[in-house]
Each structure stands twice: as structure tokens, then as C-alpha cells.
């Protein structure tokens, strides 16, 4: 999973970077100090996993990870080249979702692009370059359209009416997704690359004394949100700054004394998971644990395959527990036996978050 952190100059998005992937970016109080993106690793903390280290002293033990991608910060005239626009727009496109980071903090010693916080303003910003920047495919792709279809090429008439209602809608300002799409035609809009349609993640970035409950212009974000079916998630570039330097034992003191349930990282990660209906399945042995990311409603033999294609180009079955129920009989999986625990499941079985899995295959 790769995310592209976006947003206009100084919100925040290179601290925030930092502090989420500790890769060090540079984070400076001036536009455009990141020119070429930053990427970071970051692995997705899943305490199932250590807990079956634990259990089977693994020697090898492998989490999921996040790839994030720190983009420069884009700004009005952006899809026309205006600071660099186009490049930053081009390391958008390789990316499966954004995380757009918006300012909602006050702060004169911190430079506003525009010279006061104002998030809708800012979330606009960004969205309407977006879209400027999808109508300038579309209207490459709906004249090709046309121009084949002039040529007796009528195979290309339904591609052209969808590219041409999306237009329209874009047209009006609104995103690509929040469009009603149908769902014969959801592989096609998505193989058309369009940037406001990638789904997104709104980062409220706000102050240290707000970081709890948020404030005024956390709910001016979450509105926005809320309207096109986006995530939200509040944090404070600053506090991850400070977590990121602290052991487990003391971050969980520092944010029990902040009265913040859990960090920004791990809020973000699950807002990424729900985003992009993610779910993790697990395996499980001496060799070594390990966290698959599969899509929701993954069947088995392709979730195999997530290990290796001959896992699913041979598949047999799956032995498949729950982990709720794994760890209720002891971590034994002779006792799970037992009890009718563990099930075998053949190919149309979907998937569920947390099964533990061993596949059976023919080479």
C-alpha cells in the first residue's frame, strides 16, 4: 500500500512525515522544500502478530507495512505548472490514495501560503487542481474516443458517454469520487488514472492543546469529508514528532497524560485499512508469522497467492482459525482441533480479518 502525503506549502506534511516513518525528511519553513518525494516504510503494528511470535518463538517474524510517499506541497495554478505542479501532480498518479494534509492550526511563526488558515479554502485549493488536471485527460481521451469512432470504431461509444458524464460532473467542481459510478464501470474510470478519484484521507493538522477533541476547523474538514465519503483523522504533527523519539512504555504515559486514546500513526494506518477495505490474514509457525494485506472479500485461493502463484494456481484447501479463537484454546492448534476449531475451507471461502491459514497446495 502506497500513500502520497499531499497539501499546500508549510501545513505541516513533511513533519508529519518525519515523525510517522522517523526517515528524516527534510522540514523546513519555506515553500517547495521538497522537491523530489520522500518515501518511508512504515510497519503496521498488529499486537496478533507478536502475540503468535510469542507463542511459536518464530524465527522470523514479518508485520504489514505503509509506504508513504512525501509529496511537495501544491498550490493554485498547480495543473497549469505553477510551482512545479505538474511534476508533484505526475508523483500523485503512482500513488492508491492521498493523505491530504490541512493546516488547522494558527500560528505566526509558521507562514500560510496564503497568508491565514483557512481550510476550506485550502482543501479546495487541491481538489480544484485535481480536477483540472483529470478534465485535461479526459478531453485527450474523449477526442481519441471520438476521432475512432468517426473512423467506424463504434466499440468506444459506452467508454465516451461515461468519460463524458464524469466531465460534466467535474465541470460543476466536484470530485470524481464522490460521482455515483456504475459498477460495470468502475474498471474502467479506475484504469483512467484520474487523481480526485483516488480516495483520500483528510489530516486535520492541528495545535497540541486541540489535539484531543479537535476545534473549529477540524469540523470544517470533517464536513468536507463526510460530503464526498472521505476519512478524517486529527493529529498533531508536532506530538508524532515527540512520540517518535519515545520508547512504547513511554508513549503510551505520554498519551494517557495528553488524553489522546492512541497516536496519529495508528489512527491514520486504520483510517488507510478502512479507506481502501484492507484486511490482514495471518500464517503462522517456527519458521515465521506473518501479516498478509489482502482486499476485503478476497477468496482463499487468491489470498494464497498473495504467498506465492503456485499457492494458488495449486490450491487444495485452506486450514483456516479464527485468531479470537486460537488464542481461547491456548495457542494450541492440536486443542483447536479438537473443539471442531479449525476448519477446512475450499475456494469460495472468503477470507476474514485475522484468520490464521495454512494452505494446502499441489506443486
Same mark, same amino acid.
Given at each position: ?16 512525515f ?5 526517515a ?7 515553500p517547495? %522544500? ?16 507478536t502475540k503468535l511470535?510469542e ?13 508513504? %510517499? ?16 505538474n511534476?508533484?501532480?505526475g ?6 490514495a492521498?493523505?491530504?494534509v ?5 500560528d505566526d ?16 485549493? !487541491? ?19 471520438k ?8 466499440s468506444?461509444?459506452h467508454?465516451l458517454?461515461?468519460?463524458?458524464? !464524469? ?6 467542481g ?26 483520500? !484521507? ?9 489535539a484531543?477533541?479537535?476545534? &473549529? ?10 460530503a ?7 493529529i498533531?504533527?508536532g506530538?508524532?514528532?515527540?512520540l ?11 498519551l ?8 496519529g500513526?495508528d489512527?491514520l ?6 479507506l481502501?477495505?484492507?484486511i490482514?490474514?495471518?500464517? &503462522?509457525?517456527?519458521?515465521? %508469522?506473518?501479516?498478509?494485506?489482502i ?19 495449486g490450491?487444495?484447501r485452506?486450514?483456516?482459525? &479464527? ?6 484454546v ?18 469460495e ?15
Amino acid at each position: 500500500m502506497k500513500l502520497g502525503i499531499v497539501g499546500l506549502p508549510n501545513v505541516g506534511k513533511s513533519t508529519l512525515f518525519n515523525a510517522i516513518t522517523k526517515a528524516g525528511a527534510e522540514a523546513a519553513n519555506y515553500p517547495f %522544500c521538497t522537491i523530489e518525494p520522500n518515501i518511508g516504510v512504515v510497519t503496521v503494528p498488529d499486537e496478533r502478530i507478536t502475540k503468535l511470535h510469542e507463542i511459536y518463538n518464530s524465527k522470523k517474524t514479518v508485520y504489514a507495512t505503509i509506504e508513504f %510517499c512525501d509529496i511537495a506541497g501544491l498550490v493554485k495554478g498547480a495543473s497549469k505548472g505553477e510551482g512545479l505542479g505538474n511534476k508533484f501532480l505526475g508523483h500523485i498518479r503512482e500513488v492508491e490514495a492521498i493523505v491530504h494534509v490541512v493546516r488547522c492550526f494558527e500560528d505566526d511563526n509558521v507562514v500560510h501560503v496564503n497568508g491565514h488558515t483557512d481550510p476550506t479554502g485550502d482543501i479546495e485549493t !487541491i481538489n480544484m487542481e485535481l480536477i483540472l488536471s483529470d478534465m485535461e485527460i479526459l478531453e485527450r481521451r474523449i477526442a481519441k474516443a471520438k476521432s475512432s469512432m468517426k473512423g467506424g470504431d463504434k466499440s468506444q461509444a459506452h467508454d465516451l458517454a461515461v468519460m463524458e458524464s !464524469i466531465y460534466d460532473w467535474l465541470g460543476q467542481g466536484k470530485n470524481a469520487r464522490a460521482m455515483e459510478i456504475d459498477e460495470e464501470d468502475l474498471a474502467f474510470v479506475k484504469s483512467i488514472g484520474l487523481l480526485s478519484y483516488k480516495p483520500i !484521507i483528510y489530516v486535520a493538522n492541528v495545535s497540541e492543546d486541540d489535539a484531543a477533541s479537535g476545534n &473549529a476547523y477540524t469540523e470544517e474538514v470533517r464536513k468536507i469529508a463526510d460530503a464526498e465519503g472521505s476519512q478524517t483523522v486529527i493529529i498533531c504533527a508536532g506530538i508524532e514528532a515527540e512520540l517518535a523519539e519515545m520508547d512504547d512504555e513511554e508513549r503510551a504515559e505520554f498519551l494517557a497524560d495528553m488524553g489522546i486514546e492512541e497516536s496519529g500513526l495508528d489512527k491514520l494506518i486504520k483510517a488507510s485499512y478502512a479507506l481502501l477495505n484492507l484486511i490482514s490474514f495471518l500464517t &503462522a509457525g517456527e519458521d515465521e %508469522c506473518r501479516a498478509w494485506t489482502i482486499s476485503r472479500g478476497t477468496k482463499a485461493p487468491q489470498a494464497a497467492g498473495k504467498i506465492h502463484t503456485d499457492f494458488e494456481r495449486g490450491f487444495i484447501r485452506a486450514e483456516t482459525i &479464527a485468531y479470537d479463537s486460537f488464542i481461547e484454546v491456548g495457542g494450541s492448534m492440536a486443542a483447536a482441533r479438537e473443539k471442531g476449531l479449525l476448519r477446512s475451507e475450499g475456494k469460495e471461502y472468503i477470507v476474514k480479518d485475522g484468520d490464521i491459514i495454512t494452505f494446502l497446495f499441489n506443486v
